[in-house]
């Protein structure tokens, strides 16, 4: 349950840097990638069924809701600092609040001589704080005791990210696509409470309202969430029958998202206010979607050229030739080749490539590949032959022996 200034009170008992496997120290940089890992493995949509990663991909998108705001993730700090420093005389709900060491409430002055009210005005006194504000403004509510109650502040709802498949023209030359997204959301039933719709809550009697409660472990005592609220401090006599009490749910849509033209594959596109919906009126995250782009049986792309292998006979690359080669959308051009081309000599036919953002468009890159027959008939074979006698006196390997000869004697 939020508190005060987006607060909750379960913030002491929950190590979310561990949920998502980073240290305190890690930058918001590190948290991010370790979210978006955790997210993908544990997406319900990629793993159908499987209610452990449903529940751990809930978990991950609560710690990154608090450690990766960075205003939130300040207040967990210091909630967590005041916890595990001896803050609070007493601990949570100790010898100090009221002596209590099994479940139940922590409120009013106890053994310890502190009383909630005292406390709170002592440590505002202080931070130099007067009235509303400082330590009891900012903690306040985490006991149920707060004196001031403070407007939910908006919160930007959380990045999403997916993965679109699109062909390889469609890349080339930009398309419309409708994408189905899933992502954690309140139970759009009960609006995220737990309770059934249309029934009221009362205060938890295990914690009092507390939302956490004090284990004793033999020498020393932990807070903990309570069971029977889960936190929220209150309790419905009966379950949201959508959600099972839980409060959370997953919510399905389908967004038209514009994949501009000349999109690489692998290319990430960040499509702004598409992503999860914001909190207490604040902006939706965006969405990112990263483009598979399937290749061409003809066609391949290098940067803003498109390119293509021809296939050639050896007398078409030996005699010249004009051969036809097909563009990419667009009427077939007439490539020259010179007599003599080698295999592998790549010949360039401008304006034919991939259009730029500018206008203009890149080239057609065409790489000759000399064919060899792997059957002849028995003219073509005594032409060779015939050939074969003709250059007979100029053998094409002997610079071989002569090169590793030199190179040999050198070493």
């Keep these: 349950m939020a508190d005060n200034d987006g607060i909750r009170s379960d913030w002491v008992n929950k190590d979310f840097y561990a949920e998502l496997g980073v240290a305190k120290t890690a930058t918001a940089d590190d948290i991010k990638k370790a979210y978006r890992k955790l997210a993908r493995a544990n997406h319900p949509d990629s793993n159908p069924g499987d209610t452990a990663k449903h529940e751990k991909f809930k978990k991950v998108a609560e710690a990154y809701d608090v450690i990766g705001d960075p205003e939130k993730r300040k207040k967990y700090d210091e909630v967590r600092s005041l916890y595990a420093g001896g803050g609070f005389p007493g ?131 932990v807070s903990e969430t309570c069971p029977a609220c889960g936190g929220r401090q209150v309790v419905y006599d009966e379950a949201c029958p959508t959600c099972h009490g839980s409060g959370r749910g997953l919510s399905g849509r389908t967004i038209s998202a514009k994949i501009p033209a000349g999109v690489k594959d692998g290319q990430r596109i960040r499509l702004r206010g598409k992503g999860a919906v914001g909190e207490a009126g604040g902006p939706n995250g965006d969405l990112f979607v990263v483009v598979k782009v399937t290749p061409h049986r003809v066609f391949s792309r290098s940067g803003d050229n498109l390119t293509i292998d021809v296939p050639v006979s050896f007398d078409e690359a030996a005699l010249g030739s004009e051969v036809r080669i097909p563009t990419l959308g667009g009427s077939p051009v007439t490539l020259k080749v010179p007599a003599g081309t080698p295999n592998g000599r790549t010949f360039r036919v401008r304006g034919r490539g991939v259009k730029k953002a500018d206008g203009t468009s890149g080239d057609l890159l065409a790489t000759v590949e000399v064919q060899v027959p792997a059957v002849l008939s028995p003219e073509a074979r005594e032409a060779l032959e015939a050939y074969r006698a003709a250059t007979g006196g100029k053998p094409l390997r002997e610079g071989l022996f002569d090169t590793a000869a030199s190179e040999a004697a050198s070493a």
């Design 91 to 221: 601990g949570f709900g100790g010898a100090g609040f009221g002596g209590r060491s099994t479940y139940g409430n922590t409120g009013g002055a106890g053994a310890g001589g502190y009383n909630f009210d005292d406390l709170f005005a002592q440590a505002t006194a202080q931070q130099g704080g007067a009235g509303g504000g400082g330590f009891a403004d900012m903690f306040g509510d985490l006991f149920g005791g707060g004196r001031s109650q403070r407007r939910v502040r908006p919160q930007k709802g959380a990045d999403i990210e997916t993965t679109a498949t699109v062909g390889f023209v469609d890349a080339l030359e930009g398309v419309t696509i409708q994408l189905r997204l899933t992502s954690d959301a309140p139970c759009p039933d009960c609006n995220g409470t737990g309770g059934k719709p249309g029934t009221k809550p009362h205060v938890c009697n295990v914690c009092g309202g507390q939302g956490s409660v004090i284990q004793d472990l033999g020498g020393f005592q």
